[in-house]
């Protein structure tokens, strides 16, 4: 039998839908080192967050280049966005832990520059994403941009995404986890940086409901 979910929105409203997901989830995210299956690994070794536990995830699109020396931690803090996404973390530290990841692990090139990754690579490293899902059972994850989140809302048969422009986040509830759409921090931070406050506050409001479920 097909399993169900029941999808909650900010506006409070709730409908229960099929999907049909894939729960068999055979791989460890320490896999995804050698997992070899799209090929992006020769650009670069995987991004990965080190964290033993997560209450919160937060999931970008693919990893970003890094030099010898730099801590290869997905949306890291001294990017832009991983900057955007401590400061949201600010308040909330004392009661949840976070996680850090990509859809896509390795660094996508085109003759040497980064690119978007494609939907094929994406599917190749969807089973890494599941992993870390199975192992760490986060209660939230965050979807940065439209991207990542019409990507994974789709393998759960979700097929449309909006964003409000006044931060009011849809949720989906999928088995014990609530996935969050949400506008990318670099979309914040270069069309919405006057409203970076009210974004953060709808980001903690959002966790606060969401954990009171």
């Not at 900010?10 to 995210?29: E, I, W």
Request: aromatic residues 12%; charged residues 20%; hydrophobic residues 40%.
């Amino acid at each position: 039998m097909m399993p169900y979910m029941t999808i909650f929105t900010g506006q409070l409203t709730s409908m229960t839908v099929k999907f049909s997901a894939n729960y068999d989830l055979q791989l460890n995210p320490s896999a995804c080192k050698r997992c070899n299956a799209c090929g992006l690994y020769l650009n670069q070794d995987p991004a990965l967050d080190s964290s033993a536990q997560a209450d919160i995830f937060w999931v970008g699109l693919s990893a970003v280049q890094f030099g010898e020396d730099e801590d290869r931690m997905p949306l890291a803090p001294d990017t832009r966005s991983g900057g955007l996404i401590e400061q949201a973390e600010q308040g909330l530290r004392s009661d949840f832990s976070f996680y850090r990841t990509n859809i896509v692990k390795c660094l996508p090139l085109n003759e040497g520059k980064i690119r978007y990754p494609a939907e094929h690579e994406m599917s190749k490293c969807f089973p890494n994403f599941e992993a870390e899902l199975s192992n760490l059972q986060p209660a939230i994850v965050f979807l940065l941009g439209k991207q990542v989140a019409t990507f994974v809302l789709k393998k759960y048969g979700i097929k449309t995404v909006t964003f409000d422009e006044n931060f009011d986040f849809s949720t989906f509830n999928i088995g014990n986890t609530c996935f969050v759409p949400i506008h990318h921090p670099s979309y914040i931070l270069v069309y919405k940086r006057k409203f970076i406050s009210d974004y953060i506050a709808a980001i903690h409001n959002t966790v606060r409901v969401a954990m009171a479920l």
